[in-house]
């Protein structure tokens, strides 16, 4: 009987390991894929905020 009881615990163990690391590796993607995704956002701001200061420099000239 203690043989079933042992063998579940090491099949649950095991899940457990394999849940875990599955967990973090699909949790680092979307961290790796939500950082490039900001920063892509945080560029096109950038661009805009340059766009906008170049118009108002050229407004002022005139």
Do not use: P
């Amino acid at each position: 009987m203690w043989q079933y009881v042992i063998g579940g615990a090491t099949i649950f163990g095991l899940f457990s390991v394999y849940n875990g690391r599955a967990t973090r590796k699909y949790i680092g993607d979307l961290i790796k894929e939500e950082t490039k995704r900001t920063q892509e956002i945080l560029k096109k701001l950038s661009d805009q905020h340059t766009t906008m200061i170049n118009i108002l420099k050229a407004s002022r000239i005139e």
